[in-house]
């Protein structure tokens, strides 16, 4: 059974840093895409960044400059965003995923991954 397992969360304070880590198990995910997205209290989930099977990056509007998503190699089984100069805005839980389909680039869309981990709690104090 494939599964998603996230760490790293927890408080900081705005400007400080976080480094989240997402480990995948039970098959083999180097031909897949695997994405972050983060989900606010009241609002829907949303994409952060995400991280193609060949080191292909793309990132929301929000998280570009600040965050950078990378991907263990050779496993890829791990992938990371280091979170930098975070903002109260940036609270959320945040979510792992793994694409779908192989050998596909990166998506936007939630619809798209078919593996979640559980989440973490990212709290960004003022």
């Known amino acids: 059974q494939v599964q998603l397992v996230e760490s790293g969360g927890g408080l900081v304070e705005a400007g400080g840093s976080l480094r989240l880590s997402c480990t995948a198990s039970?098959?083999?995910?180097?031909?897949?895409?695997m994405a972050w997205f983060r989900q606010a209290a009241e609002k829907e989930r949303a994409f952060v960044a995400g991280i193609s099977r060949t080191g292909g990056t793309e990132y929301s509007d929000s998280a570009k400059g600040r965050f950078t998503i990378s991907r263990d190699i050779p496993g890829k089984n791990t992938v990371r965003l280091q979170m930098n100069s975070l903002k109260p805005e940036d609270t959320a839980v945040y979510y792992c995923?793994?694409?779908?389909?192989?050998?596909?680039?990166?998506?936007?869309?939630?619809?798209?991954?078919?593996?979640w981990g559980q989440g973490i709690q990212v709290t960004v104090s003022s």
């Open positions: 995923a793994l694409r779908r389909t192989p050998y596909w680039g990166i998506s936007t869309s939630r619809d798209e991954y078919g593996t």
């Open positions: 039970g098959g083999s995910f180097s031909g897949y895409g």
